[in-house]
């Protein structure tokens, strides 16, 4: 019987240490991400880059020409990315002549794009792409999510993680 509770014991213990470190390896992960998260700035496309030509996978998303015409605020959102939730409630509680003005690229898988673009409010332009798609060379390389751009006649004028962080520009 002793040795029975002292079996229970044991692996009363060892579960408690596997919890322990499954702890610290969580707060060890989040440290990462958050420090990934505040440290953006290398991501960020240059102002002033043009726009290098692109062909559109969907054919009610920004188009070359009109990047290279007009004035837009372009956001990449991707299905797999925590933050871009936030740039979506940004996006919901836009005021309508901002979304007049508003194109969006949601990357990622068809099947889960489609069921992230339906949540978007009506925005101007609204584009599903592949993450390999080279459209998100054309934005001088699209490598952090979100990804918030103003452009206007083709070039980057300002970029950010977040609607706000260019909207008033």
């Known amino acids: 019987m002793w040795i029975l509770a002292v079996l229970v014991g044991l692996a009363l213990l060892l579960v408690l240490v596997a919890l322990a470190l499954l702890g610290a390896v969580m707060r060890r992960l989040k440290a990462i991400e958050d420090r990934h998260r505040a440290d953006t700035s290398g991501y960020l496309p240059t102002p002033s880059t043009p726009i290098a030509s692109y062909a559109a996978a969907s054919p009610t998303a920004l188009s070359y020409a009109e990047a290279t015409t007009g004035r837009w605020i372009v956001a990449f ?5 925590h933050a871009c ?14 979304l007049a003005e508003c194109a969006v690229f949601v990357v990622g898988p068809p099947d889960r794009a489609t069921a992230f673009a339906a ?13 390999d798609a080279q459209l998100l060379d054309s934005f001088d390389g699209v490598r952090v999510f979100p990804l918030v751009l103003r452009i206007d006649s083709g070039r980057i004028m300002t970029s950010a993680t977040t609607l706000a962080g260019v909207a008033g520009r």
């Open 77 to 81: 959102l991707s299905t797999e990315c």
């Open 85 to 98: 939730e936030a740039v979506l409630d940004e996006i919901r509680a836009a005021p309508a002549p901002l």
């Open 119 to 131: 949540r978007l409010p009506r925005v101007a332009r609204l584009g599903i792409e592949s993450p």
